[in-house]
């Protein structure tokens, strides 16, 4: 399965001057460091907890249909379902028909629910032969991001600026602050 990521965010969830007065910082000379540190805080917590914060476009692709009629969405929660297109091993596609599917969008992990008996059985190329364009974050305004989670950013961006030095391979590094792992604990996947 491969994730790829077709229209980013258009902004982030906590914006320059949040940061800057989380950080009681009144000057702009830092301005591009502090916003680095946002899309960075961000990216490091999606990929930590699987989740897309701020509204996002993304591509999945599989290579061949799963056992029984569920498709586990590697990201979350996710809003849409684009289209599910098949890929023929000529180059041409097909795309599924909405009704043939439904969405379980905020499950864990999120997936794609076949409605239909089974999936189509079109003839699909080898590797990447389906296509599942979705729309996953919790809203197009950083409001929509729960608070905790925003709360988690401001810490993360605050301790990468407060430890900007490099660390050395195989010497003992600045780890993330435990406060920010547990603002996200209630939002990691739990195996049961």
Known sequence: MSLVLTSGPALEPISLAEAKAHLRITHTLEDALIQSLIITSRLHIEAALGFALITQGWSVFLDRWPRGHRIALPIRPVLAIGQVRIWAPDG?????????????????????????????????????????????????????????????????????????????????????PAMVSELLAPYRRRRV
Do not use: C, M
């Not at 239909?116 to 389906?130: F, L, T």
């Not at 729309?135 to 305004?141: L, M, P, R, S, V």
């Open 92 to 176: 041409t596609s097909s795309i599924v028909a909405p009704g043939k599917y439904l969405l379980d969008g905020h499950g864990i992990p999120a997936r794609l629910v076949w409605q239909s008996a089974e999936p189509p059985s079109d003839a699909i190329r080898a590797a990447n032969g389906i296509e599942i364009a979705l729309t996953a974050g919790f809203g197009a305004a950083p409001a929509d991001v729960p608070a905790t989670i925003r709360h988690a950013l401001l810490l993360l961006v605050a301790h990468w600026y407060e430890n900007r030095e490099p660390v050395e391979i195989g010497a003992a590094g600045n780890a993330i």
